[in-house]
């Protein structure tokens, strides 16, 4: 059974225009690059240039951050969900 | 494109900074996205303000609270369309923080100006672009009677 990463809003357009992609991985960051690779379009809007993930982009694997867990190398299996959720902060 | 809330949630966010005052108030906007891009809100979430470092001037919407409404907005088949937030004592305009700290575009970010605890205006933008250069245009509000 495929991982699921579920796709916000501002990143749809170059998902496909889908909420939902299903992905084939063993770790957070092997979903990722299965994500990209199937949608190369999204690389940019979550990656910087350095390949590091963008400093706004927050990853969770189920209810967990993967930022206090192994990042890239948490291990993820097939009934875990991955959310991407972009950061939501501004003020005067 | 505009904005499409009704009368009783726009109230409703409003009264959210005047609570909060004189700290800046933060929530979600949930509902719908139209064929031509237009936005109906039908749903808002207000939210804890993370940044407890500078209540006044700063808010910050925890990515965990954020994942919580929006895997129960897809349960109610509804979308985060926006954000909102107030502005104490300061206009309801984007400043140059709120831009830096917008990420969803496509998505509405909501001002309130809140002067001396009394909410005055609130405005609405619509993020474009990609985030090497993304900006903030000014969007309608269309408020409709409370359903």
């Given amino acids: 059974m495929p991982i699921k990463v579920l796709i916000p809003t501002p990143l749809r357009p170059y998902a496909g225009k889908q909420s939902v992609v299903e992905v084939t991985a063993q770790t957070a960051g092997e979903a990722l690059s299965d994500l990209v690779a199937q949608h190369p379009d999204l690389r940019k809007h979550l990656f910087s240039e350095d390949g590091k993930l963008r400093s706004f982009v927050n990853v969770y694997v189920n209810d967990e951050d993967i930022r206090y867990l192994s990042k890239e190398a948490t291990l993820v299996k097939e009934t875990d969900t991955i959310s991407i959720v972009p950061s939501v902060a501004g003020g005067r | ?147």
């Fill in chain 2, 1 to 147: 494109m505009a904005l499409t809330i009704p009368a009783a949630l726009r109230d409703q966010l409003r009264q959210h900074g005047e609570a909060t005052y004189p700290h800046e108030c933060c929530g979600v906007l949930l509902g719908e996205f139209g064929e031509d891009g237009a936005k109906i809100v039908k749903s808002i979430q207000p939210c804890g303000n993370t940044r407890t470092d500078s209540l006044a001037n700063r808010y910050q919407i925890s990515p965990a609270e954020l994942l919580r409404i929006q895997r129960e907005a897809m349960l109610a088949d509804q979308d985060i369309v926006g954000f909102y937030h107030s502005h104490p004592d300061h206009p309801a305009h984007w400043s140059a923080t709120d831009l830096a700290e917008a990420h969803w575009t496509g998505c509405s970010y909501l001002i309130t100006s809140v002067e001396q605890g009394r909410a005055v205006l609130t405005h609405s933008f619509l993020l474009l672009g990609q985030e090497e250069n993304k900006r903030f245009e000014d969007e309608v509000i269309a408020v409709i009677a409370h359903e």
